[in-house]
């Protein structure tokens, strides 16, 4: 057998309750909202429908009991939508927490695999 | 809303060619047939079938084209099995990898998310 060229691969996400509050792809639709002040342009940048995208917004606001977004005069869909406080902080942790943790793990792996 | 207590999770793995070849499920049953001298006993001590721990050994050397365990005389079942010298290095080099990964990614968090 020869063996093959491997990789480390990791997945990280945030838990409350044994649920899932937030991954990079969840976080990655609130910078898009923080961005486009639009849950519709947010979803659709990510080829994701806007009820998906609510509901994924409606289940990390109620695992984390965080308000994450709030939607603004013109309804839901045409009124745009942008981060509150607390989702603007969040959002900012969570990049702190995600900073340059790939990059550990795959220096943790070639210094173990060289 | 009341902010939840979150915690970070994590999974970590290793890929050869897309596919899955070792995680820390498949490299505790290695680490168990190391231990125990036997695939039969490693696989019990999981819970799991010969025949299912039989096919994660196969899966593990096909995809990562290294020789991992030897059967010795009196069959599968009956003789016992052992690690080969690359099975030993490779599950040395695993540990090293992950040894105090979680509790990196656990300060991380803690650290954000203070």
Chains 1, 2 share one sequence.
Request: proline fraction near 1%; aromatic fraction near 8%; charged fraction near 35%.
């Amino acid at each position: 057998m020869r063996p093959k060229r491997m990789q480390a691969k990791s997945k990280v996400w945030i838990e409350a309750g044994g649920e899932v509050v937030a991954g990079d792809g969840k976080m990655d639709l609130l910078k898009r909202i923080d961005e486009t002040g639009s849950i519709q342009k947010a979803a659709g940048q990510k080829g994701m429908s806007y009820r998906h995208a609510w509901g994924f917004l409606q289940a990390m606001e109620k695992r984390g009991g965080i308000k994450l977004v709030e939607t603004r005069i013109g309804g839901r869909e045409g009124g745009g939508a942008r981060l509150t406080a607390q989702g603007k902080d969040f959002l900012r942790r969570y990049s702190a927490f995600r900073e340059g943790l790939d990059e550990y793990i795959e220096k943790k792996f070639k210094k173990a695999f060289k």
